[in-house]
């Protein structure tokens, strides 16, 4: 009875969200930074490359080239037992660790031999460990023997619990740009270049892993607005999302990558400057950019849509390889005051220079802090002294006295900060001559920081609470 | 009352009125806009408080919709809310619900009892020509308007968004709630404007009510309207300067001009050493829960304000609408005037899991607990009303009831809270939602929506359409239980206050469904408020014409011509008796004996003979 | 119309207690019994009071429904002339009063043991388990360090090197009185444990103490209740109510964890994440 009554209300009230849910205004933004000086044309070309690619929010295309797990799988159907169908997967082309059984449910099952060739069943349930299918009664008897094609739910499902959980600061494109966004500092991570701070793999090129983001997702980064999601997110909800902000952060290198190529031959002012140097009218250069691209577009235009997948498809299966993260050569040196000693004069020496960001102090306002810095792609100077990060946001060196490490406070992420540098910052991986035991004793030197004496004003002074209620307020 | 001092009054009015016959046509500015007189006054607040009403319901339907149907699009609203995605971000919905408190409890609520009801009805129910000071009058709804456009401010940079009781350091270090920014600030002016206008009208009433009464209105003469209006101006004027003083405060801490102007950063609630969004470490010595204290010094008497004119009303109406004298009227006027000096010594209630003293919270549960005693008084006091007369269902009568009936829920459920062990469980669940909108929605707008219906002739000359008030009154309590009921389950099921997306925590996910019904049943609610407003709006033109005293009521209001002139009585009025002189055996021609018969063998009140005898 | 409005206000209160009669069913209720002795009082406290409180509002509901649909159908010329019946008043002032001075007093003790410290059970108060410090928008939790036994050490009140660390997922043992720090980061916040009836404000500047004893194992929400920002809805959190030996396991793990450098072995968890 309870649940019959709770479905009527749960039906009104699907009515009424039918007639408001306005679907429309969700799409995905263009990298407006980027394609300013592109001609618009050409940024056409580039957004009905990418809706061919990805489609959009609502429909999403799972482009098979990119090394995403879309939940897909093929197989064989084993048994069938009245509405259970025992199946078994096609190992090359199931991608189903780490999913929810509940990615299965609503469903379809595509049947692509036998009789029923090209009919789908839709299917209630599955289960992962019997390997069985519950599906709907329906008209289309399937044979054991058949062969099958399921899932792809993941990225539908990875867009449901984003859409809930991160859209309304990462933006609907992954942009770190959604709504809340504005009033975060630092603000939300920007994935369209496909880069992401704190990653375990070496190199500037090196990208995430998926334990990488899964850490990151589950754990938070302390000291930023990015929470914590453990317990909120179960282990098929971490994967789910981590392989929509994977498919999310290629799909903006994509547009990236074609938008720098295109940058120079087809750059937004190209009529107005070559009309000006030959004399010529701007609608006629005008016509002749249309037809230029018109050719590209039919003949060369795949293979480098082609090109720049290969790359990034290379680039982040390379991050999920075996040895790919940063192991260190030896282990952990003993915490000792000799090899604090010995961190310290790495910290405030000239080979590893930490001192000239992080500062005398350790508080993170080195001499460089107070320099202008150059920005590396435009190569301009930035307006404001201070350090900047490849997104064109001011960041500050790490106050290292607050015992706050944004990527973990584990000896190895230290060390893997230390070794690799931050990505996206200008945070350096240490240089090749200092060795693995001298990092060790970096890392030893910076855990201590905080409670080096005197001790630094870590925290404020707390009084204990209790019945003389209201007394304590700090210091 | 002494004898002198009566007939000095008297003499006063009766100049007054003679004279104001003679005033020439005011300029349409002067007569509508910038008026003085204080029942065009009290107009002006009632259309500017429906027209809020339906703002701060729009607001709260955007907060439905999100609990409801999370991360969906809106209708009709939703291309406003929208930003990416069309969903309700929570820093927006944060927003929403901070504007709908805002909106309904300082521009709704506390305005249209003082401000609306309180100018209308004092002067005429106690033989005025106007108030006091009809300048400071006039003054006390012009600055509603800047506190209005203070709190529009605060929607366009975005909307305080701390929640109406704006605790810091979420209120206070802008970096903590950056989508307030200065939208914050401009909150805090705004309630400073609106406390500033009830002051002016408190000042005004009590004066009024203290200096102005025609000859004859002893006290204990007076409805308990007025006995309700003179309790909440006494409550306003010592409570509110706390507030203003704590707003002020609280701007202090805040205001940042940027530029060498900076700011004035001082440091009253903001303790040492917090670092929030990375932004520098507060330097401080401050307590938040200085705030707290300061905040519900004022707020909790502020509840009373919003409560005790309606009950005054409600008093008066059920009598006139059961033919019978109110149950007790000196109990009455002694448990209001208890509840307002109570309500100065509970307002811990409110903090109970704050971190204030243990010691505090066992005072504050027992004042807190007794607090209800004088409340049931009056519920008693108004069965007893009813009991034995003779009533008429009609749209008055049937708001009354359900005055007293949710009264009755509003009043015991706050028993939950008032118990401070429970209210460890309860505080900031939807148990307290419940709790006070069916003190400030379910008793104090039911209230006002029977004394529109009310009055209402004697502000247009014209009685307001049965029917569509009846289906009005339908609609609405239907809405409004549908709503807030569930909610009371809500609460016990530990459903927190101010969630965007409460489901995300395992314990809450089956309540969605419950909420979805609360949704709908919220705009079955809404829908129906648009019955009042076309009612209201078209009786003016088409509603019955009327005489001067169409209930067969007792007040003095009743005396005066409907529409009342400038001046208001064409004839001094002169009270003989008590305002509830319903069915008396002594005056068997009628069964009101209005407060302006003079007693048999006088004459009506033509000249001073019999002023001040009685 | 007159029937169909007596039958109305008489309606809605007999809706009104069904509806809440039945809400138990559809677990519009407690999130299930409480799991502490403590929050079994209080829910003892609120049964008295919903019995008091429903016996009045079924009276009171009454009473107005006989009351109107007397007073509508009344057969009379004229109604009762009368104001008041002082005896009548005396009654019911007293009356309500000596119930509800009952209910002050009778609530006490109960609060007393939640909140003032001298009435903490004596262990709890002296080893706290562990810090819990909210911030925007999560719940960092600070243990202490372990001994070379790998037992806890005291938990001091400034942060120490050896002192671990987790996120919204707070472990405690059961079968004894545990007692944590609270704090705060940034705004208020407020710690509040519905299944076991808990909830304290989190004070910047203030560390405010709160003990417990959960009677059973389990998996507890934590949330928090006062409002802290765009992201309040985000604090969530779990209360794992374990056996002794697993809480020392469970640190002995973490303390594992948190060491890792790539080659200690690490637990298996530390695996997963790698």
Redesign the interface.
């Known amino acids: 009875m309870s649940v019959r009554w709770q479905s009527l209300i749960v039906g009104l009230a699907c009515a009424l969200a039918g007639c408001g849910g306005d679907a429309s205004q969700m799409r995905f933004v263009e990298n407006s930074t980027l394609a300013k000086p592109v001609h618009r044309k050409a940024r056409a070309v580039v957004k009905t490359t990418l809706e061919e690619h990805f489609g959009t929010p609502l429909s999403s295309v799972a482009w098979l080239k990119l090394p995403v797990k879309y939940g897909r799988a093929e197989g064989k159907i084993t048994a069938i037992e009245e509405q259970t169908l025992t199946v078994e997967f096609n190992a090359e082309t199931a991608d189903l660790t780490g999913f929810d059984a509940a990615e299965f449910a609503g469903t379809e099952l595509l049947l692509i031999s036998g009789a029923n060739q090209g009919k789908s069943i839709s299917l209630t349930s599955f289960n992962g460990t019997t390997k069985t299918f519950e599906m709907s009664s329906s008209e289309i008897t399937p044979v054991v023997g058949d062969l099958f094609v399921t899932g792809g739910n993941v990225l539908r499902h990875g867009r449901k619990l984003y859409a809930r959980h991160c859209q309304h600061c990462h933006g609907v494109s992954g942009d770190g740009d959604g709504p809340t966004a504005k009033y975060l500092n630092p603000r939300p991570r920007d994935y369209r270049q496909g880069k992401f701070k704190f990653t375990s793999t070496a190199g500037p090129a090196g990208k995430a892993t998926r334990d990488d983001l899964r850490r990151i997702v589950a754990q938070g980064i302390p000291g930023t607005y990015m929470p914590a999601f453990v317990p909120m997110l179960k282990d098929g909800e971490l994967a789910a999302i981590i392989e929509y902000v994977r498919w999310l952060a290629m799909r903006g290198e994509v547009e990236w990558q074609l938008l720098g190529q295109f940058k120079d031959e087809y750059a937004s002012d190209r009529a107005k400057k070559e009309a000006k140097e030959s004399g010529g009218k701007e609608s006629e250069i005008e016509k002749q950019i249309d037809t230029q691209l018109k050719e590209f577009v039919k003949s060369g235009l795949s293979a480098l849509v082609d090109e720049v997948a290969g790359d990034l498809t290379d680039k982040w299966t390379a991050a999920e390889e075996e040895g790919a993260a940063i192991i260190p050569e030896v282990a952990r040196v003993a915490d000792s005051p000799e090899s604090r000693k010995r961190g310290k004069d790495l910290f405030y020496g000239k080979v590893a220079n930490c001192v000239n960001c992080h500062g005398l102090a350790a508080k993170g306002n080195g001499a460089q802090t107070e320099d202008v810095a150059k920005n590396l792609r435009t190569g301009e100077l930035y307006p404001t002294p201070g350090l900047f990060d490849d997104w064109d946001q001011p960041v500050k060196p790490r106050d290292l006295t607050r015992g706050i490490y944004r990527g973990g406070r584990r000896p190895i992420d230290i060390y893997r900060r230390i070794t690799q540098g931050i990505k996206g910052t200008p945070m350096p991986g240490a240089p090749k001559t200092i060795k693995s035991d001298e990092i060790w004793d970096l890392v030893n030197y910076v855990l201590s920081i905080p409670f080096e004496s005197p001790a630094p004003k870590a925290a404020p002074a707390h009084s204990i609470a209790g019945q003389s209620g209201e007394k304590g307020h700090a210091n | 009352m002494s004898a002198s001092g009566v007939a000095l009054e008297h003499g006063h009015d009766h100049e007054h009125a003679h004279g104001a016959h003679g005033h020439h046509e005011l300029s349409f500015v002067k007569k509508y806009v910038f008026s003085t007189d204080h029942k065009m006054i009290g107009m002006q607040f009632l259309f500017t408080t429906l027209l809020m009403l339906m703002v701060g319901g729009a607001l709260a339907l955007g907060v439905r919709w999100q609990l409801?149907?999370?991360?969906?699009?809106?209708?009709?609203f939703?291309?406003m809310f929208?930003?990416?995605?069309?969903?309700i971000?929570?820093?927006?919905?944060?927003m929403l619900f901070t504007m709908h408190a805002t909106v309904m409890i300082f521009l709704v609520i506390i305005p249209v009892l003082a401000g609306a009801f309180g100018n209308f009805l004092i002067p005429l129910m106690i033989g005025a020509d106007d108030m006091a000071f009809p300048v400071l009058n006039m003054l006390s709804y012009w600055f509603m308007i800047p506190a209005i456009a203070c709190f529009g401010l605060s929607f366009y940079f975005g909307g305080a968004?701390?929640?109406w009781t704006s605790?810091?350091?979420?209120s206070d270090?802008r970096?903590?709630?950056?989508?307030s920014g200065s939208a914050q600030t401009y909150w805090l002016l705004g309630v400073t404007l609106v406390g500033v206008s009830s002051m002016m009208g408190s000042v005004n009433y009590m004066t009024t009510i203290i200096n102005m009464r025609a000859p004859g209105m002893t006290l204990f003469r007076m409805p308990l309207t007025i006995w309700g209006m003179l309790i909440t101006a006494i409550l306003q004027a010592f409570a509110l300067p706390v507030l203003t003083a704590a707003g002020f405060m609280l701007v202090f801490d805040r205001l940042d001009f940027g530029g060498w102007l900076e700011g004035i950063h001082t440091v009253f609630f903001i303790?040492?050493?917090?670092?929030?969004?990375?932004?520098d470490p507060t330097v401080?010595?401050?307590?938040?829960?200085l705030w707290q204290h300061l905040f519900w010094f004022y707020s909790h008497p502020a509840v009373y304000i919003m409560l005790l004119p309606a009950m005054g009303m409600v008093s008066d109406m059920l009598a006139c609408m059961?033919?019978?004298?109110?149950?007790?009227?000196?109990?009455m006027v002694f448990s209001m005037s208890a509840i307002a000096g109570l309500g100065f010594i509970v307002w811990g209630h409110h903090m109970f899991?704050?971190?204030?003293?243990?010691?505090?919270?066992?005072t504050f549960?027992?004042s807190t607990?007794?607090i209800?005693?004088p409340s049931?008084?009056k519920?008693?006091?108004w069965?007893?009303t009813?009991?034995?007369?003779?009533?008429?269902?009609n749209t008055v009568t049937?708001n009354c009831?359900a005055f007293?009936?949710m009264f009755?829920?509003g009043g015991?459920?706050g028993?939950?809270m008032?118990?401070?062990?429970?209210d460890?469980?309860f505080?900031?669940?939807y148990m307290i939602v419940a709790h006070f909108h069916y003190i400030v929605f379910g008793t104090t707008l039911f209230g006002v929506f029977g004394a529109i219906q009310f009055w209402y002739p004697k502000m247009f000359g014209r009685k307001m359409d049965e029917t569509l008030g009846q289906w009005h009154f339908f609609l609405t309590?239907v809405g409004f239980?549908g709503a807030f009921?569930?909610m009371?389950?809500?609460g016990?099921?530990?459903f927190?206050?101010?969630?965007?997306?409460?489901y995300?925590?395992?314990?809450l996910e089956?309540?969605m469904?419950?909420n979805?019904?609360i949704?709908?049943s919220a705009i079955i609610m809404g829908v129906a408020q648009f019955f009042l407003l076309y009612n209201f709006g078209t009786s003016w033109f088409r509603g019955e014409k009327v005489g001067r005293n169409p209930w067969g009521a007792n007040g003095l209001e009743w005396f005066a011509p409907s529409p009342p002139g400038h001046g208001n009585f064409d004839v001094p009025p002169v009270c003989y008796r008590g305002p509830?002189e319903?069915?008396?055996?002594n005056h068997p021609d009628e069964?009101h004996w209005m407060q302006t018969d003079p007693p048999k063998g006088k004459k009506k009140p033509e000249g001073d003979a019999g002023a001040g005898h009685h | 119309m007159r029937k169909f409005w007596c039958g109305f206000f008489i309606f809605w209160p007999i809706a009104a207690v069904i509806y809440s009669a039945v809400s138990p069913q559809f677990n519009w209720w407690f999130p299930g019994p409480s799991v502490t002795e403590l929050g079994q009082r209080i829910d003892n406290l609120f049964y008295l009071i919903l019995i008091i409180v429903t016996a009045v509002f079924v009276g009171t509901q009454v009473a107005l429904g006989y009351v109107l649909w007397r007073a509508s159908h009344s057969q009379e010329e004229r109604s009762w002339f009368t104001h008041g019946s002082h005896s009548l008043e005396v009654i019911w002032s007293v009356v309500p009063s000596v119930i509800l001075l009952f209910l002050a007093l009778y609530q006490m003790d109960v609060w007393a043991l939640f909140r003032v410290q001298s009435f903490f059970p004596k262990e709890a108060l002296n080893a706290p388990v562990a810090e819990v410090t909210a911030r925007q928008f999560e719940w960092r939790i600070r243990y202490p360090g372990l001994d070379e036994h790998g037992k806890p050490k005291k938990l001091q009140l400034k942060p120490q090197p050896d002192d671990l660390y987790t996120v919204n997922d707070l472990h405690v043992p059961i079968g004894r009185p545990v007692m944590i720090n609270l704090r705060s980061d940034d705004v208020q916040h407020s710690f509040f444990l519905p299944h076991l009836r808990v909830k304290q404000d989190a004070v910047p500047g203030q560390i405010i103490p709160i003990w417990f004893e959960p009677k059973k194992q389990g998996n507890f929400d934590l949330t928090c209740a006062e409002l802290c920002g765009w992201g309040h809805y985000k604090m969530r959190a779990q209360l794992i109510a374990e056996r002794e030996v697993e809480f020392q396991a469970y640190l002995q793990k973490l303390r594992a964890d948190q060491n890792y450098d790539g080659h200690a072995t690490p637990s298996a968890v530390a695996k997963k994440d790698e």
């Open positions: 409801a149907f999370p991360w969906t699009a809106m209708p009709f939703g291309p929208a930003e990416a995605g069309g969903q971000s929570p820093e927006f919905y944060t968004a701390a929640g605790y810091p350091l979420l270090i970096a903590a709630a950056p989508s303790p040492s050493g917090l670092v929030v969004n990375n932004a401080g010595g401050g307590q938040p829960l059961c033919r019978k004298p109110v149950f007790g009227y000196k109990p899991t704050s971190g204030m003293n243990p010691a505090l919270g066992m549960m027992l607990i007794m209800a005693l049931a008084v519920v008693f006091n069965i007893g009813i009991w034995g007369g003779r009533l008429q269902f049937l009831a007293i009936s009755i829920v015991l459920s028993l939950f008032a118990a401070v062990p429970v460890i469980y505080h900031d669940t309590f239980n009921f569930p009371h389950m809500l016990i099921a530990g927190p206050r101010r969630y965007a997306d409460p995300i925590h395992p314990y089956h309540l469904p419950l979805q019904f949704t709908v509830y319903y069915s008396n055996p069964d």
